[in-house]
């Protein structure tokens, strides 16, 4: 292999093969946030191609480039399909394939399918601020959405925490009860199944909604954030009241270009009212990370954060898995050039 460009295919098979655990993943994602904050990384703002298909689905395409991975850092782009009627033909509602290349000749170095990689480093994100901005002692979780992206969400949030229950909700029943034998399977802390958001939150430390609506629809209300409390909303469309950050002491996003940008995203409508601004925001994560702003600083506070996907963990993650592959001699070289 000594001539010409060549390049390793990694399949989702492959990966699942290299047994990273969850720990592993959300470190990861942690040293990019830190990064982030520290500036060194730099991303473009995710663009959407829309086909004409009649609403069912688009692709996000995302950049990013982390200075401090490899010897001279690693770029990546990945394409991700949004298509929520999946599940009707057995698929998964969001597909992907990422690339990464050398920043100093850009030969591409890889090509993975980034399926895994997109549900994992979602719920990688919320698990790093609720390092930083849950109570330690939450006990409750509280969760809506049972799209691929919630299973990362509650498994690594009960790695993190000492839970004494998890309560799941999804629109379809049988997602649901599927959703919570899974986690059953995996878990030591009981999985309760409930029918609705509302009875998901009534109570609960850590409130991750991660719905597919395709209209906005109240499902996590203002009154059920108490005090202590840590909520995620990073639903594709808004299942929030709009009052809802009157209550909130901090709020957080992963990056604030991001959260102006798009048409999508749980707190459009706060953005583009004007409720979140930089002059409610409290910080973007990364510095929160980095030591610049602090997290959580008493357990009284109702505390936010807003991730809408950064590009930079894609490439993270990928580069982690790329290193294993690369250590297990596994996956296709490919000749390139």
Same mark, same amino acid.
């Given at each position: 292999?000594?001539?010409?460009? +060549?390049?390793?295919?990694?399949?989702?098979?492959?990966?699942?093969?290299?047994?990273?655990?969850?720990?592993?993943?959300?470190?990861?994602?942690?040293?990019?946030?830190? #990064?982030?904050?520290?500036?060194?990384?730099?991303?473009?703002?995710?663009?959407?191609?829309?086909?004409?298909?009649?609403?069912?689905?688009?692709?996000?395409?995302?950049?990013?480039?982390?200075?401090?991975?490899?010897?001279? %850092?690693?770029?990546?782009?990945?394409?991700?399909?949004?298509?929520?009627?999946?599940?009707?033909?057995?698929?998964?509602?969001?597909?992907?394939?990422?690339?990464?290349?050398?920043?100093?000749?850009?030969?591409?170095?890889?090509?993975?399918?980034?399926?895994?990689?997109?549900?994992?480093?979602?719920?990688?994100?919320?698990?790093?601020?609720?390092?930083?901005?849950?109570?330690?002692?939450?006990?409750?979780?509280?969760?809506?959405?049972?799209?691929?992206?919630?299973? +990362?969400?509650?498994?690594?949030? #009960?790695?993190?925490?000492?839970?004494?229950?998890?309560?799941?909700?999804?629109?379809?029943?049988?997602?649901?009860?599927?959703?919570?034998?899974?986690?059953?399977?995996?878990?030591?802390?009981?999985?309760?199944?409930?029918?609705?958001?509302?009875?998901?939150?009534?109570?609960?430390?850590?409130?991750?909604?991660?719905?597919?609506?395709?209209?906005?629809?109240?499902?996590?209300?203002?009154?059920?954030?108490?005090? %202590?409390?840590?909520?995620?909303?990073? %639903?594709?469309?808004?299942?929030?009241?709009?009052?809802?950050?009157?209550?909130?002491?901090?709020?957080?996003? #992963?990056? +604030?270009?991001?959260?102006?940008?798009?048409?999508?995203?749980?707190?459009?409508? *706060?953005?583009?009212?004007?409720?979140?601004?930089?002059?409610?925001? *409290?910080?973007?994560?990364?510095?929160?990370?980095?030591?610049?702003?602090?997290?959580?600083?008493?357990?009284?506070?109702?505390?936010?954060?807003?991730?809408?996907?950064?590009?930079?963990?894609?490439?993270?993650?990928? *580069?982690?898995?790329?290193?294993?592959?690369?250590?297990?001699?596994?996956?296709?070289?490919?000749?390139?050039?």
């Amino acid at each position: 292999m000594a001539e010409g460009i +060549w390049l390793r295919f990694l399949s989702g098979p492959e990966i699942d093969a290299l047994g990273l655990t969850r720990t592993e993943i959300v470190d990861a994602v942690e040293e990019a946030v830190r #990064d982030h904050g520290e500036g060194q990384t730099a991303f473009e703002p995710r663009v959407h191609l829309v086909p004409d298909n009649g609403g069912i689905g688009h692709f996000n395409v995302l950049r990013g480039h982390l200075n401090r991975l490899g010897e001279h %850092g690693v770029s990546g782009v990945k394409v991700v399909g949004d298509f929520v009627p999946n599940y009707q033909v057995g698929l998964p509602s969001e597909l992907a394939v990422a690339t990464l290349f050398d920043p100093t000749t850009g030969v591409p170095l890889a090509i993975l399918d980034a399926t895994m990689i997109t549900a994992a480093r979602t719920g990688a994100m919320t698990t790093v601020g609720a390092r930083h901005l849950a109570r330690r002692d939450s006990k409750i979780l509280g969760h809506a959405g049972a799209r691929g992206t919630a299973w +990362w969400n509650v498994t690594m949030l #009960d790695d993190l925490f000492d839970l004494d229950e998890i309560r799941v909700t999804s629109r379809r029943p049988e997602s649901r009860e599927k959703f919570a034998a899974e986690l059953s399977a995996e878990l030591s802390t009981p999985v309760r199944v409930v029918a609705t958001a509302e009875e998901a939150f009534d109570g609960a430390d850590v409130l991750v909604e991660a719905t597919r609506l395709n209209e906005p629809e109240v499902l996590l209300r203002t009154a059920a954030v108490k005090p %202590g409390a840590f909520v995620v909303p990073y %639903g594709t469309v808004s299942a929030v009241e709009l009052d809802l950050l009157d209550v909130i002491d901090k709020v957080v996003v #992963d990056d +604030w270009r991001e959260a102006q940008s798009g048409r999508f995203g749980a707190l459009r409508r *706060h953005v583009d009212t004007g409720r979140l601004s930089p002059s409610t925001l *409290h910080a973007e994560l990364g510095q929160i990370v980095a030591g610049q702003k602090p997290g959580r600083e008493s357990d009284a506070e109702r505390t936010l954060l807003w991730h809408r996907g950064l590009s930079l963990l894609d490439v993270a993650i990928a *580069h982690l898995i790329l290193r294993r592959a690369e250590e297990s001699e596994v996956g296709t070289m490919l000749r390139f050039h």
